[in-house]
Every structure is written in C-alpha cells, then in structure tokens.
C-alpha cells in the first residue's frame, strides 16, 4: 500500500505522482522476485476530467480505466488523436454491452456468458479482438460482481470459443483488508485457482488497487488499477 508520505509528498503534478507510483510498484516487484516491468499500471480515470488523463498520457502513460460508459465516451471523443488503450472496469448492464465493444480495447468485468456473446457478436470485425478478463468474486460478497471460484473453469471453456474476443484471464476486487497478509490470501487463491487449469493463454490477472496494490503483486498481479493515488480523491 502506497504510504501517506508517499502520496503527499507527489502532490504537485499528476506527473509526479505517476512517477512516485512507477517507483514503487518496481520496488513491489524486487521484493517479490519479479523481473522489473512484469506488472502493468492501468491508470482508473472514472470521474475525472479529460484533462487529468491529458497530464498522465503526457507524463507516459497509456492503459486507461474507465467504470462509466457514457462518462467514458465523452471523454474518448475529446482524446481520440491520442493512442490511448482503454479499458472497461466497471459492471456491465446488457444495453451497454454494444457501446462497449465498439469503443474499448480491453474488458475486465465480463461475470456472465450472456455479456460475453454479446460483446463478441457486437464487436466490429474492423477492430482486433476485444481483450477480455473474466471477473471472479474471490470473497463471495453479495454486493459485488463477478462469478463465484467453482464456476471459472466452466465459464472459461464457453468464452474463449466465442468469435471477436479474445479471453486473456480474470479480475477481481477482493472485500477490504488493512493487513498485508490478509490482503495476499484472496488474490493467492485465484493465482493458484488459474495455475491449476493449465491453460497457459491466461496471462493477465488484474488484481490490486491503491490500497493492496503490494499484496496483488507479491501473489502474481499483472495488472493493478489505480485511482485515487494517482489522480486523487474522486468527487
């Protein structure tokens, strides 16, 4: 987890704050024996302006986050000279399922095959396949998406024979723990839950945000989505 000094002493410029979160996450990735650049940093934007995102895709960044279709669209309308690689975090409504494929480059939260054919019959052949992760609700809450553990492999099988899409492996946003050991016990369980299906094409586990982003990647995050430590506290 990213320290308060951390975060305050980067307050200045989204530039800074970048720079303090890439700084940290390859000390994460030594302490955890990790070949430096093996975790990538998608930058959660939801709720901010175009013009923060601006500051970030000057400072390097690239893979962007978005939780809201229509807020998201507004924004990639503003940005669309630049070559930025978004993401759809956010729960998937079935009317929204088109704007999605035609507008993202990656899916994290596909919970249900119905969602999965629709994104596959409504991507445009024009594009390369949609990226897709399937989210796992590792902590069985019921006030949260996702598949429950049992019935990955299952849904596994029925996506990745779906044209337009191409399954690269699972999300999942674990329920809140303020101890690091606590917090590395879910995202060790679907780690290993993926390893022992054998399927070597799922190469991406989305797990960790600004407060677990540590624990996500010592238990094997490729990816970790970061808001508020980045952008700050959203409106």
Same mark, same amino acid.
């Given at each position: ?9 980067? /307050? ?22 990790? +070949?430096?650049?093996?975790?990538? *940093?998608?930058? *959660? ?17 690239? !893979? ?12 990639? $309308? ?6 930025? &690689?978004? !993401?759809?975090?956010? +729960? ?10 035609? !507008?993202?480059?990656?899916? !994290? ?6 969602? $999965? ?8 052949p024009s594009l390369p396949p949609l990226q897709v992760c399937l989210q796992v ?19 596994? &099988?029925?996506?990745?024979?779906? %044209? ?8 999942? *946003? %674990?329920? +809140?723990?303020?101890? *690091? ?7 060790? /369980? ?9 399927? %070597?094409?799922?190469? &991406?586990?989305?797990?960790? /945000?600004?407060?677990?982003?540590? $624990? ?20």
């Open positions: 987890m990213l320290t308060r000094r951390e975060v305050r002493g980067y /307050m200045a410029t989204i530039k800074q704050r970048l720079n303090a979160l890439k700084a940290h996450t390859q000390r994460a990735e030594l302490a955890a024996n990790r +070949p430096l650049g093996s975790v990538c *940093v998608l930058a *959660v934007s939801k709720t901010k302006p175009a013009a923060d995102i601006m500051q970030a895709y000057i400072a390097g960044q690239r !893979h962007f986050g978005e939780n809201y279709v229509q807020e998201a669209l507004g924004k990639q $309308a503003e940005l669309s000279a630049f070559d930025i &690689t978004w !993401h759809f975090i956010g +729960p998937i409504q079935a009317n929204k399922t088109k704007a999605i494929a035609c !507008h993202f480059d990656w899916v !994290h939260s596909v919970d249900r095959l119905k969602i $999965a054919q629709r994104l596959s019959e409504q991507r445009p609700n590792i902590s069985q809450e019921s006030s949260k998406s996702g598949i429950m553990l049992q019935d990955l492999s299952a849904l596994i &099988t029925a996506v990745e024979g779906l %044209p337009r899409l191409r399954l690269r492996g699972v999300m999942t *946003v %674990p329920e +809140p723990e303020q101890d *690091v050991a606590l917090q590395r016990l879910p995202f060790r /369980m679907l780690y290993h839950a993926v390893e022992q299906l054998n399927r %070597p094409e799922l190469d &991406t586990f989305s797990m960790g /945000m600004s407060d677990d982003l540590d $624990a996500a990647i010592a238990e094997g995050s490729t990816l970790v989505r970061i808001g508020s430590a980045l952008f700050g506290a959203r409106s």
